[in-house]
T-cell receptor, first 110, second 115 residues
Framework: QKEVEQNSGPLSVPEGAIASLNCTYS??????FFWYRQYSGKSPELIMS????GDKEDGRFTAQLNKASQYVSLLIRDSQPSDSATYLC??????????FGTGTRLTIIP | DAGVIQSPRHEVTEMGQEVTLRCKPI?????LFWYRQTMMRGLELLIYFNNNVPIDDSGMPEDRFSAKMPNASFSTLKIQPSEPRDSAVYFC?????????????FGSGTRLTVV
């Protein structure tokens, strides 16, 4: 069974520090990976996607993909209280539907 | 673009009643997904459609649940009869089939409470 695993947290990070969220997946043929942010009481919102090995940066967010080790991570620089949310990792295995992890709850401490 | 539109936003109903949730996907998207989210079970895929055709309904919990997509711009998820354990947030999401690098866009969700 193709799986995506995340540490459920909660992960607490001081304001201004780097928050690091990690995700592992089970299938080497995974093509693409997505990070969603979900505020309490809201719907998941796509914030980053990555398809190639290496880093992809977008503002304060950096997604990192290592296909050999089967992990993908999301770094949030200069963490702000507004970054406090649950972050969902998702993988697309081949051309199939997305498989979501259970999410990591992140709290930024002022 | 208005995004994925779901209605109602909140629904409170009594056990045994029929509940219908509605979704309008983003124009041009040809894949539609229904999810249920609870604290205990997280985000669960119930069913998804490609080009209005149901592809995988293995996540539908039981026969009380049914979903339809009569056209490219409308889908319903029906629960009949509803039970308290169906209380959850139900999300609809849409995407473009065949584009591996394309993610899902979620609607705002319907919070269902069955009393």
């Amino acid at each position: 069974q193709k799986e995506v695993e995340q540490n459920s947290g909660p992960l607490s990070v001081p304001e201004g520090a780097i928050a690091s969220l990690n995700c592992t997946y089970s299938d080497r043929v995974s093509q693409s990976f997505f990070w969603y942010r979900q505020y309490s009481g809201k719907s998941p919102e796509l914030i980053m996607s990555i398809y190639s090995n290496g880093d992809k940066e977008d503002g304060r967010f950096t997604a990192q993909l290592n296909k050999a080790s089967q992990y993908v991570s999301l770094l949030i620089r200069d963490s702000q209280p507004s970054d406090s949310a649950t972050y969902l990792c998702a993988a697309r295995f081949g051309n199939e539907k997305l498989t979501f992890g259970t999410g990591t709850r992140l709290t930024i401490i002022p | 673009d208005a995004g994925v539109i779901q209605s109602p936003r909140h629904e409170v109903t009594e056990m045994g009643q029929e509940v219908t949730l509605r979704c309008k996907p983003i124009s041009g998207h040809n894949s539609l997904f229904w999810y249920r989210q609870t604290m205990m079970r997280g985000l669960e895929l119930l069913i998804y459609f490609n080009n209005n055709v149901p592809i995988d309904d293995s996540g539908m919990p039981e026969d009380r649940f049914s979903a339809k997509m009569p056209n490219a711009s409308f889908s319903t998820l029906k629960i009949q009869p509803s039970e308290p354990r169906d209380s959850a947030v139900y999300f609809c999401a849409s995407s473009i089939q065949g584009l591996a690098n394309y993610g899902y866009t979620f609607g705002s969700g319907t919070r269902l409470t069955v009393v």
